[in-house]
């Protein structure tokens, strides 16, 4: 596993698991990732949205011979606070491996038919308390569950774009060479990259760090006291982000690189437009007549506002990003490239 992705699955492992106020007794804390659970069979068999096993099935263009390897990822609960060790389980090829880590057991196999593989990652953990809840299941579970495939020749199929037998995971293509496989525990795109600008995990590095770290910084003294309490994974975690300083919190604010093309290169989008007949340029005066129901956007109904960037989508359609003119922090606004975004038939030009 190249470098890149090992940190994008180490910073998703704890996704869900801990996430804002990063308290034990959080309801978002108690609910952990939409897929990657496996429980044990006995609780599984309960509900048809629980799973004993999570299993990726993918299409490759590869050659019959092609070398293939599998690695999975995980969280093992443990104590009594909120806690759990990360866990790591290889295969070097197509075949089938048992596991166990305390009382948490398992089997993790690898095979390819034809142009189809297929990863399986199953709980054997016994679990004798059929009548258990779900707090109790989950000390028994494989949490945050993430499999990687991978492929030493040719290259695998889009997940995104196939009907695969894929369940309890997302697993989308994850490098630029298409030779790896992530099956990931939430909704992911296609080669999805931490942010360059990341700090460092704060189990979630992808796209939200900037409100994580602001919300870090604002926990109630209570709240940094039952953190101590619970993962030192957690604790070290809240502590750096705690020490974030102002231009650490600039620096992770969303931004809109150019493109070479773009002129003047820090203008990004299109200078002009033709829509419909109509012609928007950048710096023109639009009024705004939403036709939504967005109380964000109806009270801005019949407002004066200055086109500051056009773009077009891959789709062909048309975003004016507007500042409103007698908004007092226009210029802050348009100085930091937060806009308020309307389609073309949402304005009338003035």
């Not at 996430?19 to 959080?26: D, G, K, S, W």
């Not at 707090?135 to 695969?164: C, I, K, M, Q, Y």
């Not at 690189?257 to 820090?266: F, I």
Request: hydrophobic share 35%; aromatic share 6%; net charge negative.
């Amino acid at each position: 596993m190249n470098t890149q992705l090992e940190a994008l699955v180490t910073s998703m492992l704890f996704e869900g698991y801990a996430l804002y106020p990063y308290t034990p007794e959080a309801a978002k804390n108690s609910t952990p990732t939409p897929f990657g659970i496996v429980y044990p069979s006995s609780y599984a068999a309960q509900a048809d949205n629980t799973h004993d096993f999570l299993q990726v099935d993918v299409g490759i263009e590869a050659p019959p011979d092609a070398a293939l390897s599998a690695q999975v990822r995980f969280l093992e609960p443990g104590g009594e606070r909120h806690q759990a060790v990360p866990r790591r389980v290889e295969l070097d090829g197509p075949g089938t491996e048992e596991f166990s880590f305390g009382a948490l057991s398992g089997r993790v196999s690898l095979e390819r038919s034809g142009d189809r593989v297929r990863a399986r990652v199953e709980n054997l953990t016994h679990f004798d308390e059929p009548t258990a809840d779900r707090p109790t299941a989950l000390r028994s579970s494989l949490l945050s569950t993430h499999v990687v495939v991978e492929t030493g020749a040719g290259r695998f199929l889009s997940p995104l774009d196939e009907a695969g037998a894929n369940v309890n995971c997302w697993p989308v293509l994850a490098t630029e060479s298409d030779d790896a496989v992530l099956a990931a525990s939430y909704v992911l795109p296609d080669h999805p990259e931490l942010a360059p600008n990341s700090k460092g995990d704060l189990f979630d590095g992808t796209e939200i760090e900037e409100a994580l770290l602001l919300h870090v910084q604002a926990l109630s003294e209570g709240e940094r006291e039952a953190i101590e309490d619970q993962d030192p994974a957690v604790r070290e975690m809240v502590a750096r982000a705690a020490a974030a300083t102002p231009e650490d919190l600039f620096r992770l604010h969303g931004v809109m690189q150019p493109t070479p093309t773009d002129e003047p290169a820090n203008s990004p989008g299109e200078s002009e437009i033709e829509v419909d007949g109509r012609v928007f340029r950048r710096g023109g005066k639009v009024v705004l007549r939403p036709r939504g129901h967005d109380i964000h956007d109806t009270i801005l109904d019949g407002r004066v506002a200055t086109v500051e960037r056009i773009y077009v989508d891959m789709d062909d359609k048309v975003h004016l990003g507007l500042t409103v003119d007698d908004d007092p922090g226009q210029d802050v606004m348009r100085t930091s490239g937060r806009y308020t975004f309307f389609k073309p038939d949402e304005v009338e030009i003035r």
